[in-house]
C-alpha cells in the first residue's frame, strides 16, 4: 500500500456524469491488479473528511516513466463534485493499490464479462491484462448495460479490440431494451463459460450470482460499496459470508472482488 501525492494528467468529462481522470503516480502503482482500488482524497481543508473509493480503469507505464493510474467515476456527491473540478498538474492524495482484484488464469477458454453501468470502470484493466496473459482475446465476449446510450461507458475500448460485445439499455437508446442480464443468462444456457466477470448494480450482480449458482459456472464480482477506510479497520463494509460457518467479510480487505460461492447480498 502507498500513500502518493500523484499528479493530474487529465480529468475530463466522458458520458452524461461520469469523469475519466489519468493520475501520474509512484512507480510501485505497477503492482495494480485488475479489480483493486484506490482511496483518494479529494477536500478543502477537512471537507469531506474521509477518502472515497475507486476502482483501478486502467494501470501503465507512462513516457516519462513513472505509473499513469487512470479513474473512471460518476459524480454523485460532494466528493466527486469536488474532484471532477481538479486539473492538469493539480496534485492529489492516493492511498492504494488496495484489496482483492479479479483472478486471471490462462485456463479459462471461455470468458464472459459483464458491466452495468460504472461497473465498466475495472474492465479494461481486466482486458488488457487478459490480453497480457492469454496472448489473445479469443474467446472472451462482453454484456455492456446502462440506462442509456450516454451510460454506455468503453463501448469504444471493446470495439476497437474487436471483442464480441452485446449491448442493452433500460430506454431502448442503444441496443436492446431489456437488462443487461438478461442476453447473458442466453448466452450461459447456449454456451456455458469457464468464469464470468462482473460489475455493476448490486441487482444485477445478484441476477448474475443466482446464474451462476444454476449453471454451475465459476464467477467472480466485484461489489460496489461505500467505504471509511479501505483497510479493513472500519469494518463498516461487510459482506455476509455464505455458508455454514456465519459471520462477515469486508469488502475492502477480503474484496472487492469476491467468488460468488462465498458471500451472499
Known amino acids: 500500500m502507498i500513500l502518493d501525492q500523484a499528479n493530474v494528467l ?37 471537507d469531506p473528511l474521509l477518502r472515497r473509493p475507486f476502482s483501478i480503469h486502467q494501470c ?38 488496495l484489496g482483492k482484484g479479479y483472478t486471471v ?24 491484462t487478459l490480453k497480457k496473459r492469454r496472448g489473445d482475446l479469443d474467446g472472451v465476449s462482453v454484456f455492456l448495460g446502462g440506462r442509456s446510450e450516454d451510460d454506455l461507458l468503453c463501448r ?8 464480441p460485445l ?27 463459460p469457464d468464469m464470468v466477470y462482473a460489475c455493476g448494480p448490486i441487482d444485477m450482480l445478484q441476477c448474475i450470482l443466482d446464474f451462476a449458482e444454476v449453471h454451475s459456472v465459476r464467477c467472480e464480482i466485484s461489489i ?18 455464505r455458508g455454514s460457518d456465519p459471520g462477515y467479510l469486508h469488502a475492502c480487505r477480503d474484496g472487492p472482488v469476491f467468488d460468488v460461492r462465498k458471500i451472499v447480498f
Open 10 to 46: 487529465w480529468n475530463r468529462a466522458t458520458g452524461s456524469d461520469c469523469v475519466h481522470m489519468g493520475l501520474a503516480c509512484d512507480t510501485r502503482y505497477a503492482s495494480a491488479r485488475p479489480g483493486q482500488f484506490v482511496m483518494v482524497r479529494a477536500a478543502t481543508a477537512t
Open 60 to 97: 501503465g507505464e507512462g513516457a516519462d516513466g513513472r505509473i499513469t493510474v487512470e479513474l473512471l467515476y460518476r459524480v454523485v456527491g460532494k466528493g466527486t463534485r469536488l474532484l471532477a473540478t481538479y486539473r492538469e498538474g493539480d496534485q492529489i492524495d492516493i492511498f492504494g493499490p
Open 105 to 128: 488464469s490462462c485456463d479459462h477458454e471461455r470468458i464472459y464479462v459483464v458491466a452495468g453501468g460504472i461497473g465498466v470502470a475495472p474492465m479494461p484493466f481486466l482486458i488488457r
Open 156 to 163: 469504444e475500448f471493446f470495439e476497437s479490440r474487436q471483442i
Open 166 to 192: 452485446t449491448v442493452t439499455t433500460d430506454d431502448g437508446t442503444a441496443g436492446d431494451q431489456c437488462f443487461i442480464t438478461h442476453p447473458f443468462e442466453m448466452a450461459v444456457q447456449e454456451d456455458k
Open 224 to 241: 460496489e460499496t461505500a467505504m471509511a477506510c479501505g483497510m479493513g479497520v472500519c469494518l463498516g463494509c461487510a459482506v455476509k459470508r
